[in-house]
T-cell receptor
Framework: AQKITQTQPGMFVQEKEAVTLDCTYDTSDPSYGLFWYKQPSSGEMIFLIYQGSYDQQNATEGRYSLNFQKARKSANLVISASQLGDSAMYFCAMREETGNQFYFGTGTSLTVIP | GAVVSQHPSRVICKSGTSVKIECRSLDFQATTMFWYRQFPKQSLMLMATSNEGSKATYEQGVEKDKFLINHASLTLSTLTVTSAHPEDSSFYIC?????????????FGEGSWLTVV
């Protein structure tokens, strides 16, 4: 089974609008961390936001927020007030406490339209 | 600023030659580093986990004799693509974690574009 599932291969959003990128995960480990990374065309991976499985509140970092629904095993990324520079690939990832491996989703390509 | 540095960012080599890619953690000691390969518009594929002072752990299907990984110090891991062929052309990216806890953020290098001609 896929550890991380991103069902949106491509998304479009109007500049200044908000957009939600979906991510669901699968783990039986009670302790885990969820991450979102942005990958522009240059290839580098930019860390955006982190959510721990025991965190009571949803993580926020500037225009990024993580809609964490533990029972549904979803960790959607919300980008508010989209900017043209937000156009990139976005990857959801998970790290389990018991292992060292980092699991990635297949990514969502976001295009911000002026 | 970058906490993990990868070099070179782009390299072109002739078929049959070997090429080395370095991954350095700049301001922390990384007991574990990861090497990934990424094909165009696809997710990152974990190739191997590099552990300082011990042999790397390779993922299924990754040839350990072709992709040599050395983690000689707590701040440096190298990936050597031996006898490179055009099908090895890809984007290779490394990452390092400050610790083993699930909450430790994993930082990525800038990535290396390898073209084998």
């Amino acid at each position: 089974a896929q550890k991380i599932t991103q069902t949106q291969p491509g998304m479009f959003v109007q500049e200044k609008e908000a957009v939600t990128l979906d991510c669901t995960y699968d783990t039986s480990d009670p302790s885990y961390g969820l991450f979102w990374y942005k990958q522009p065309s240059s290839g580098e991976m930019i860390f955006l936001i982190y959510q721990g499985s025991y965190d009571q509140q949803n993580a926020t970092e500037g225009r990024y927020s993580l809609n964490f629904q533990k029972a549904r095993k979803s960790a959607n990324l919300v980008i508010s007030a989209s900017q043209l520079g937000d156009s990139a690939m976005y990857f959801c990832a998970m790290r389990e406490e018991t292992g060292n491996q980092f699991y990635f989703g297949t990514g969502t390509s976001l295009t911000v339209i002026p | 600023g970058a906490v993990v540095s990868q070099h070179p960012s782009r390299v072109i080599c002739k078929s049959g030659t070997s090429v080395k890619i370095e991954c350095r953690s700049l301001d922390f000691q990384a007991t574990t580093m990861f090497w990934y390969r990424q094909f165009p518009k696809q997710s990152l594929m974990l190739m191997a986990t590099s552990n300082e002072g011990s042999k790397a752990t390779y993922e299924q299907g990754v040839e350990k004799d072709k992709f040599l990984i050395n983690h000689a110090s707590l701040t440096l891991s190298t990936l050597t693509v031996t006898s490179a062929h055009p099908e090895d052309s890809s984007f290779y990216i490394c990452s390092a974690s400050r610790g083993l806890n699930s909450g430790n953020t994993i930082y990525f290098g800038e990535g290396s574009w390898l073209t084998v001609v």
